[in-house]
């Protein structure tokens, strides 16, 4: 009991309570989205089980963090090599290993443990072993590659943008970053003329006259939601927009609670994310900075591309709002990432 306390006392609270509103807020429109209970049980499962896993996560030392990050990257980059030799497919893309009723993926799951290596790699190059540069840069276009050939584009835009947030806040010499933006732009025009289903996105976004189904179906959730929404299970646009429940969650919640309610997820992200880099200004160990970066760039680009998404500011990206979406491996994977940030920002951890 007083390991809890303690555990309690040390910890950013608000942080802890604003991922348990924003985990609240998913089952509630899981609960609404199938009358059947299979997404709210399926839903409630895996928030609880994320919960499980932050808890146990943030009470890890950096050291132990470090070794779990180490191993688990070596075993979900091991499952995205074998993944290319199965023959399950949803939509034309390789991502999930099918298990019973349950999909693992290994891309989303593998995102907090690389963090943690790339922000050890870069803190050690800090401290003059320049050669920890080279083998980070190998192990980034290796997992790059491996998700590129699922294929998953905006996986890859993710994890090569915070990945190069953290060479950004390290300071390293800017042409890395410009190489960086080279990297990502060569790849972003490359999958354009490489994968069809990038092509269509791209089009469909920029030509007015295009079939743009699932983005006015999205706009015409927020319109119809108004101020204060229909009300939890009133919305009747979730029954016809294709993937209600994981990439257009956010229209979900424009129509059954509302502009203000949206208003207020937003307010609860950008809460978290302004917190967490507040707290940075008062840490001196470059690992911790680097590290607390790359975890909330991660947990802030992806929510931003699925509202932006969702919204119709930018193509659609097939990426989940973090702890609303449905969606087992990306509520295990964020859970995780939340898990060491808690412990890195830990008052006892200091």
Same mark, same amino acid.
């Given at each position: ?33 199938? /009358? ?18 932050? $808890? ?9 963090? *470090? *070794?779990?990050?180490?191993?688990? &990257? ?11 030799? +199965? ?40 401290? @003059? ?10 192990? &980034?276009?290796?997992? $790059? ?8 584009? @905006?996986?890859? !835009? ?8 953290? +060479?950004?806040?390290?300071? =390293? ?27 269509? *996105? ?14 006015? +179906? ?6 119809? @939601? ?21 990439? &257009? ?5 424009? /129509?059954?609670?509302?502009?203000? &309610?949206?208003? %207020? !997820?937003?307010?609860? !992200?950008?809460?978290?994310?302004? *917190? ?12 911790? !900075? ?6 909330? #760039?991660?947990?802030?680009?992806? #929510? ?13 990206? @097939?990426?989940? =709002?973090? %702890? ?8 295990? #994977? ?17």
């Amino acid at each position: 009991m007083h390991k809890i306390e303690n555990w309690w006392l040390s910890i950013d609270k608000f942080n802890f309570i604003f991922i348990i509103a924003l985990g609240i807020t998913g089952v509630v429109l899981s609960f609404s989205i199938n /009358e059947n209970f299979y997404l709210i049980n399926r839903h409630t499962f895996f928030f609880i089980l994320g919960l499980i896993i932050l $808890i146990f996560f943030s009470q890890l030392s950096d050291k132990n963090i *470090r *070794r779990i990050s180490l191993l688990g &990257f070596i075993i979900f980059l091991f499952l995205l090599i074998l993944i290319i030799f +199965l023959d399950y497919e949803i939509k034309g893309a390789k991502r999930w290993y099918k298990f019973f009723n349950f999909s693992l993926q290994p891309s989303e799951i593998i995102k907090p443990f690389f963090i943690i290596l790339t922000s050890w790699c870069i803190s050690q190059s800090i401290n @003059g072993k320049k050669n920890y540069i080279l083998i980070m840069f190998i192990f &980034f276009t290796i997992l $790059i590659s491996l998700i590129l050939l699922q294929p998953d584009l @905006g996986m890859t !835009i993710l994890v090569a943008a915070t990945f190069f947030c953290q +060479l950004f806040v390290a300071g =390293l010499p800017i042409i890395l970053v410009l190489i960086g933006l080279f990297f990502l732009i060569t790849v972003s025009v490359t999958s354009y003329f490489v994968f069809d289903h990038v092509k269509k *996105r791209v089009n469909t976004f920029f030509d007015t006259g295009a079939d743009t189904y699932q983005i006015d +179906l999205s706009l015409k959730a927020f319109q119809s @939601g108004g101020l204060f929404g229909k009300g939890p299970g009133q919305g009747i646009l979730k029954e016809k927009i294709p993937d209600a429940n994981t990439d &257009f969650i956010f229209a979900v919640a424009g /129509e059954e609670l509302g502009f203000i &309610f949206c208003l %207020f !997820i937003i307010l609860i !992200i950008l809460s978290i994310i302004i *917190r967490t880099l507040l707290s940075v200004l008062k840490v001196q160990d470059p690992y911790k !900075i680097i590290t607390v970066t790359g975890l909330i #760039s991660s947990f802030g680009l992806q #929510s931003f591309i699925n509202i932006f998404s969702s919204l119709g500011l930018i193509p659609t990206k @097939g990426m989940t =709002l973090p %702890f609303v979406s449905y969606g087992g491996s990306s509520m295990i #994977s964020i859970s995780i990432l939340f898990g060491f940030l808690l412990s890195i920002t830990n008052k006892n951890n200091e």
